[in-house]
């Protein structure tokens, strides 16, 4: 059992940043391929950003390349999203995710994630 705790969301006006946090239990962290998910109100859970257990691969969704960038502290079982020129569209609650079967590959498929925290809730304002 996996359990994933996000964290960092708030409220944050049209083109400023956040960072969100994913504390991540298990000791094997680093074999894990995270993900970042967002669902806004009346919408499906849409992929934003993956990352291999290693961290050093990591790939985006179109919608969000060259202003979000996903990185983990294995050290630390911790994943992060930083969110920089936010816009109201990237309003949403925010869900990190963890695949625990196939280590250390980018899974951008919401349905092969095992495990899934409870959400953080960002706003951006215009």
């Known amino acids: 059992q996996v359990q994933l705790v996000e964290s960092g969301g708030g409220l944050v006006q049209a083109g400023g940043s956040l960072r969100l946090s994913c504390a991540a239990s298990?000791?094997?962290?680093?074999?894990?391929?995270m993900g970042w998910f967002r669902q806004a109100p009346g919408k499906e859970r849409e992929f934003v950003a993956a990352?291999?257990?290693?961290?050093?691969?990591?790939y985006n969704a179109d919608s969000v390349k060259g202003r979000f960038t996903i990185s983990r502290d294995n050290a630390k079982n911790t994943l992060y999203l930083q969110m920089n020129s936010l816009k109201p569209e990237d309003t949403a609650v925010y869900y990190c995710?963890?695949?625990?079967?196939?280590?250390?590959?980018?899974?951008?498929?919401?349905?092969?994630?095992?495990?899934w925290g409870q959400g953080t809730q960002v706003t951006v304002s215009s």
């Open positions: 990352t291999s257990g290693s961290g050093r691969s990591t």
């Open positions: 995710a963890a695949d625990v079967t196939v280590p250390n590959i980018l899974v951008t498929r919401r349905g092969q994630y095992d495990y």
């Open positions: 298990g000791r094997t962290f680093s074999t894990y391929s």
